[in-house]
Nanobody, 120 residues
């Protein structure tokens, strides 16, 4: 099992910044990728950013240039630096972790989520 705990959410004015953290614990050795998703009220969950074990990143078009995903050397914490925040960034942000092998079942883990509210 993998446990994911998010932190760093809150209320911020438009144009401000927040840094979200996701701490992984449990059986973390097989994690291939981690990322952040978000779900706004009345909308579907969407990918914000992801990073693989090789350091390859992927971003939603709506956040490119404003949001950066990174991880620490121990590979147990993933950070999401969010700058120039907009009201449309308001959502619950969820940390995600994946364990994937060619002939093994995919394992997906989710955190409880942290609220980000951007006011105008």
């Amino acid at each position: 099992q993998v446990q994911l705990v998010e932190s760093g959410g809150g209320l911020v004015q438009a144009g401000g910044s927040l840094r979200l953290s996701c701490a992984a614990s449990g059986v973390i050795g097989g994690i291939n990728a981690m990322g952040w998703y978000r779900q706004a009220p009345g909308k579907q969950r969407e990918l914000v950013a992801a990073i693989t074990s090789d350091g390859i990143t992927n971003y939603a078009d709506s956040v490119k240039g404003r949001i950066t995903i990174s991880r620490d050397n121990a590979k147990i914490t993933v950070l999401l630096q969010m700058n120039s925040l907009k009201p449309e960034d308001t959502a619950v942000y969820y940390c995600n972790a994946r364990k994937e092998r060619r002939y093994s079942a995919l394992e997906v883990y989710w955190g409880q989520g942290t609220q980000v509210t951007v006011s105008s």
